[in-house]
């Protein structure tokens, strides 16, 4: 994703399009709460601004499918990636954003590990590093509080929270070692597989689909317009920076998320979530000066 070509600098838009991207996500957990209030499971709502996002992928570029449906490889992409979304939206939905977003961003610990089973690559003096960073910030983070008990998940949005970090990791692993695979491919694989993982999760669940009301069907389209936009506004700005500068930058969806929670009470910051959240970020601070 990085550009090595010589040239003049390349300004403010593409850190413009990261922050934008990055804040999308950072926020997000609210209107997926407005959502549920609403009587939409988060599942279901995945589910849906995945669809319409599909559509409008199809109708710009119906060879796509093709391309995915004969390219085996591409597959084990559809379900990371729709892993992630339906494990993120759900977690932050249900649970302590700022909880769930911390752990989610264990990314680089579940990265160094896939990186050298999938792609073979060496563990080095700074991979190593990631990894100690990584887990003492978790388990800084669901140490219990009285101190009784093993830092373990405590609640169902933890766990999403754990799981969708592991799958988000896996999903950036897949796309490094797809790169050459079509772009047009390799995006209906991510929303595609937002949309039938969501839904196959709900259904397995029992999870019913409400009947469509007008102001919820706003809030899927609205979404799903945001993502799209999202998406397109972080592969600008990726192809145009440095892969280090994209990854530091992306993590100041942590600082959205985590800022908006606690503005809005859906999150606490205590001493120790802090001193966590500030070893999990620094292993992925870390993992972008590579």
């Not at 649970?95 to 977003?101: L, W």
């Not at 911390?102 to 990186?115: E, I, T």
């Amino acid at each position: 994703m990085k550009t090595t070509r010589a040239g003049p600098k390349p300004g403010i838009a593409p850190v413009l399009g990261l922050l934008a991207n990055a804040l999308t996500w950072g926020v997000s957990w609210w209107p997926f709460r407005r959502l549920e209030a609403l009587g939409l499971h988060p599942l279901w709502a995945t589910a849906l601004i995945y669809a319409t996002t599909l559509l409008v992928l199809t109708l710009w570029n119906r060879r796509a499918w093709g391309q995915l449906l004969g390219t085996p490889a591409l597959w084990p992409l559809v379900l990371a990636a729709g892993a992630t979304n339906a494990c993120f939206n759900w977690g932050v939905t249900a649970g302590d954003v700022v909880r769930v977003v911390l752990l989610f961003y264990l990314m680089p610990l579940w990265a160094v590990l896939l990186a050298r089973w999938l792609l073979g690559e060496a563990l080095t003096a700074r991979s190593l590093l990631q990894v100690a960073l990584a887990l003492a910030g978790a388990a800084t983070v669901l140490w219990p509080a009285d101190g009784d008990g093993w830092p373990l998940p405590r609640s169902l949005p933890e766990a999403l929270g754990l799981v969708g970090g592991f799958t988000f990791a896996l999903n950036n692993v897949l796309l490094r070692r797809e790169a050459a695979q079509p772009a047009a491919a390799v995006a209906l694989a991510m929303f595609g597989g937002g949309a039938l993982v969501s839904s196959a999760v709900a259904l397995a669940g029992g999870v019913a689909l409400p009947l469509p009301q007008p102001l919820w069907l706003g809030w899927i389209a609205a979404l799903a317009l945001a993502f799209l936009g999202g998406n397109l506004a972080l592969q600008y700005g990726a192809a145009r920076l440095r892969a280090g500068v994209t990854s530091v930058i992306m993590l100041t969806e942590v600082l959205f998320a985590a800022g908006s929670a606690i503005a809005l009470g859906a999150g606490r910051l205590t001493i120790q979530i802090a001193c966590g959240g500030a070893l999990i970020v620094g292993a992925a601070l870390l993992a972008g000066r590579e």
